[in-house]
């Protein structure tokens, strides 16, 4: 029953089992033919028996099987190549998205420019820091020719802020107003007020007259110039006398408002200097004689310090000063401004060599995808031609056993068989890289190199410039 039932089923199991289509299961882009299913498929040991007695051969050698299996073979070459050419048209694409020696070029030329962009940058922060430089120089002309003019010979002793000295004078005030507030409002009929008044008026005419003094009067005592001295000497003493008469006067002011009125005592103040310049009977004229006194000297030796000693030697001084903390401060911010930009251009660069030596790769991987896809399609129609010759030896070998022939055949005395090879793309195998990214990298490369470069040459003329002039100062301060 078994026996009958595989003698039934038998070539129909067997033909499930055979792969569909006449392939293989694979993997593969050509996945490579089942020659026994084909076989059995074209039942070329039937066909063989049939075809032994009356077998008709055409022009070609062949007859109707064997143009049937090199028909069959052809479709499935055909279908090979369908898909090789899909496949190369796919790298073709994807190879043309990446761009020719257009972009090439294109990423030189921008290479070349964004480093003499960069040059031009650093000659104009150079020409920026010269400019500064000069106006150190003029400065220094000026301050070296005012000390030869003068015969200095040292520093300049300007303090580098008058902040304090205004403290002292304004301290001075307020104290000096206190204490001139309490003695006048002790023999004034209006008390504290009117002592606050006089006391105001006292203070202004004395802080005055002695900052016009220290300041104004007394630098020009040492005056080089003797025309200056002339002046100088008498009008300090004639304004140092003022002040200690006024307080003279302020003083038997005072003295005489313990007897009198106030507006009597004004009138009767100046007679009594006159009379006896300090012939104070009251403790508090001496005391207030005294508290301007003081007031008056420090507030001259204040105004005197807010300035070096020598008239005109400190504005020189400061400008000069002044100079060079503009070009250490220009200088900071041209360097930082530079590094900022050779930062930004060199990451520009950086940037394009990566994108460069990420085109050079995918093409790269594009041309050896290309090279084994054609690889695969010449294995694959050798595969195939194989097959052919196997398929058709089959079948002549076929007829030489078929006991029916009239003629015994020799596989081996038949022509060989071959498929028809369409054209491959022989360039595949041996297409690389192309080097237009290998010489768009080289000059980007080249590029980045020339930043740095033009970056170091800058820094270094700006440490030199700096040096120049401090060498400059340092013989204008020994001039």
Known sequence: MIDAVRQIFGGAIQRIDRYPGGYEPS????????????????DLERRARDAARGRCVGADGLDEVER???SLVEAKRKDAYDVYTERLSLYAEREARLGGDGVRVAVEIEAKDAVADFRVEADRALGRMHARGNAVREHQRELREFRRAHGLRRPGRRPESRLLNWGILLMLAV?????????????????????????????????????????????????????????????AALLAGLVVGFHLVVGHFRDITNTVSPEEAGALAWPAFLAAPAGFSDFYAWMLFCVGLVAAVVATVDAFRMDDPYPGYGDVTARFDRAQRNFMKARGKIVD??????????????????????????????????????????????????????????????LGRSPGALVPVDPAGFPPVA??????????????????????????????????????????????LKATLGKETAHAADA
Not at 27 to 42: C, G, I, K, N
Not at 353 to 378: K, N, P, S, V, Y
Not at 441 to 446: I, P, V
Request: aromatic share 8%; glycine share 12%; net charge negative.
């Open 68 to 70: 049937e299996i090199l």
């Open 27 to 42: 993997a593969q882009t050509f996945p490579p033919l089942d020659r026994e299913s084909l076989a059995f498929d074209l």
């Open 175 to 235: 104290a000096e107003i206190v204490f001139n507030t309490y003695f006048f409002g002790e023999g004034s009929e209006f008390g504290l007020v009117g002592g606050l008044i006089a006391g105001l008026a006292v203070t202004a005419g004395n802080i005055g007259v002695c900052f016009v003094l220290g300041r104004l009067v007394v630098p020009f005592v040492g005056h080089r110039r003797i025309g200056h001295r002339l002046w100088a000497w008498p009008a």
């Open 337 to 398: 401004d530079l590094t900022r930009r050779k930062n930004e251009v060199v990451d520009g660069l950086r940037g394009k060599l990566d994108d460069c030596a990420h085109r050079r790769e995918t093409r790269g991987e594009i041309a050896g995808g290309r090279a084994r896809l054609t690889r695969q399609f010449r294995e694959h129609l050798d595969h195939l031609e194989g097959a052919l010759q196997a398929l058709i030896l089959a079948y002549r070998g076929a």
């Open 419 to 464: 498929l028809v090879r369409p054209p491959s793309d022989d360039g595949a195998e041996r297409q690389g890289p192309e080097d237009g990214e290998a010489d768009a990298m080289d000059a980007l490369r080249r590029a980045v190199d020339g930043v740095a470069a033009a970056f170091e040459a800058a820094y270094g003329q700006f440490d030199q």
